[in-house]
């Protein structure tokens, strides 16, 4: 089993930054970890994701060059370095693990998720 908690979320004016914390347990490390965000009434979509050993990310285009994902092995931790934020980045950003798949974009390919922490960027 995966446990996940995401932290960090706030409100922040456009153009400044967050950064979000993923906390996860069990045997989480083995696997690749992804950032997803749901806004109200639109689908969940793919924002980030990082490799097991953390070589390797892949970003959604419309937070390429402001987002960074990153991985602490040692404290079993997932972050989201988030700058230059704009208001449409405002959603509920989850933290994914147990990726099954070939491509992150497709949430149905991961399996654990976290609660969600709330992002809002006012204007």
């Known amino acids: 089993q995966v446990q996940l908690v995401e932290s960090g979320g706030g409100l922040v004016q456009a153009g400044g930054s967050l950064r979000l914390s993923c906390a996860a347990s069990?045997?989480?490390?083995?696997?690749?970890m992804g950032w997803f965000r749901q806004a109200p009434g639109k689908e969940r979509e793919f924002v980030a994701a990082?490799?097991?050993?953390?070589?390797?990310?892949e970003y959604a285009d419309p937070v390429k060059g402001r987002f960074t994902i990153s991985r602490d092995m040692e404290k079993n931790t997932v972050y989201l370095q988030m700058n230059s934020l704009k208001p449409e980045d405002t959603a509920v950003y989850y933290c994914a693990a147990v990726f099954t798949g070939n491509d992150y974009y497709q949430p149905t390919l991961w399996r654990s998720w976290g609660q969600g922490t709330q992002v809002t960027v006012s204007s």
């Open positions: 069990g045997r989480t490390f083995t696997y690749s």
């Open positions: 990082i490799n097991k050993r953390g070589a390797n990310t």
